[in-house]
Each structure stands twice: as structure tokens, then as C-alpha cells.
T-cell receptor, first 114, second 113 residues
Framework: GQQVMQIPQYQHVQEGEDFTTYCNSS?????IQWYKQRPGGHPVFLIQ?????EVKKQKRLTFQFGEAKKNSSLHITATQTTDVGTYFC??????????????FGKGTSLLVTP | NAGVTQTPKFQVLKTGQSMTLQCAQD?????MYWYRQDPGMGLRLIYY???????DKGEVPNGYNVSRLNKREFSLRLESAAPSQTSVYFC????????????FGPGTRLTVT
């Protein structure tokens, strides 16, 4: 079946360092979404990318969608302790038999120490 | 607006017991979803309902049943709980169609002993 792989599984950084998580799909995606889950909380939508090669920024966060629409990345510049949490990518397969259900990656857990 | 609500927040069951997890949304969304989250496994789709009156299996449906009671409510039932069903369960909703963000409830933490 369609797989969305995400690396690394964990990342521990010092506050002020940069952070990147990568997402790869075995099939072409129609779009990709990113979610953040704080410890003990629920996933919260961050952004969606739709176009091949698309880049979007939200303050210190930069999101990219690959040219082939099979990979994506989230880069955080100068991490802060408020960035702590697990970041998930989730894709809609382009040719899906599962309606509009998303396939989630396993997430990257980010720990930021002051 | 409350968004997506789930009850209960916590539950402990003994093996073989049954229970129903309740989910409701007040955003007039057509699609609703049930996920389970286990450490290191991310979010895995159990069942989803693309629209009122339809339900479909996700990645891990075994041991579960669902009911789309109306547009607002989507329940998940464990008929005979097993320790492997110890997990955090999230309900989510979205507009129908690809490319809509999903709104998640606060989750139910279920332990089966």
C-alpha cells in the first residue's frame, strides 16, 4: 500500500539551532499537509502544499514540496522551546481508493533544550 | 464552537469488555475519521466516513466497528477489548474532498488490562 516515510524519528537540538524533518512517499501525492502535536495534545494543522516545487513560509518555518510531488520537508530556523512537539506530514495519494483519507507519516519528535 | 469533542477522555477496560467512544463535531463537516496513535507508530486510520451514511475501513480496522449516527456524530465501538487496543484514539473531521485540513478532537486514552 501507499507509504509515507518520515525521518528522523527523533531530533534533539539546542535552542537557536535549526531543525529539518523530511517526508517521502512511495507514490505521487495530490497534496501534502503538515501537522504539529504538542506533548499530551492533539495534532493541529499547520499548512498544505499542493503545487510541484511549492515553498511556503510561516515565520521561522519553511515548507517545501518536491518537484515530483513525492517528498516534502519542514525546516525550522533558530528553534525555540515553543517548537517542542511531534511534526507529522500527511499526504493525499493522487490515485486513491480510500476517499480523501490522509496517509500520515510516523512523525518527527523535536526536543529543544534551552 | 467546540470543534471536535470526544468522550470519554480516559478509560480503563478489562480484556473482553466492550465500549463505545463517542465523537461529535459542530463544524458541519461531511467527513469524519477515527485514528489510533501508538508510540513510534504515528497516526493510523481505523475507519472513516466520507459522508453521512457511508463508512469505510482504514489501515487497521480489525476489532473495531463504527457508526455514523448523523452528520455530527461518529462513534467507534470495541466489541471485545484486547490489550493490543491500548492506545490513544483521535477523532477528526474535515470538509469532503482532497486538500481539506483535518480538525482533531482531544483524544481518548484507553488502557485494556
Amino acid at each position: 500500500g501507499q507509504q509515507v516515510m518520515q525521518i528522523p524519528q527523533y531530533q534533539h537540538v539546542q535552542e537557536g539551532e535549526d531543525f529539518t524533518t523530511y517526508c517521502n512517499s512511495s507514490t505521487t501525492l495530490s497534496n501534502i499537509q503538515w501537522y504539529k502535536q504538542r506533548p499530551g495534545g492533539h495534532p493541529v494543522f499547520l499548512i498544505q502544499l499542493v503545487k510541484s516545487g511549492e515553498v511556503k513560509k510561516q515565520k521561522r518555518l519553511t515548507f517545501q514540496f518536491g518537484e515530483a510531488k513525492k517528498n516534502s520537508s519542514l525546516h525550522i530556523t533558530a528553534t525555540q522551546t515553543t517548537d517542542v512537539g511531534t511534526y507529522f506530514c500527511a499526504g493525499n495519494p493522487r490515485d486513491s481508493n480510500s476517499g480523501y483519507a490522509l496517509n500520515f507519516g510516523k512523525g518527527t519528535s523535536l526536543l529543544v533544550t534551552p | 464552537n467546540a470543534g471536535v469533542t470526544q468522550t470519554p477522555k480516559f478509560q480503563v477496560l478489562k480484556t473482553g469488555q466492550s465500549m463505545t467512544l463517542q465523537c461529535a463535531q459542530d463544524m458541519n463537516h461531511n467527513s469524519m475519521y477515527w485514528y489510533r496513535q501508538d508510540p513510534g507508530m504515528g497516526l493510523r486510520l481505523i475507519y472513516y466516513s466520507a459522508s453521512e451514511g457511508t463508512t469505510d475501513k482504514g489501515e487497521v480496522p480489525n476489532g473495531y466497528n463504527v457508526s455514523r449516527l448523523n452528520k455530527r456524530e461518529f462513534s467507534l465501538r470495541l466489541e471485545s477489548a484486547a490489550p493490543s487496543q491500548t492506545s490513544v484514539y483521535f477523532c477528526a473531521s474535515s470538509e469532503a474532498g482532497p486538500g481539506y485540513e483535518q480538525y482533531f478532537g482531544p483524544g481518548t486514552r484507553l488502557t485494556v488490562t
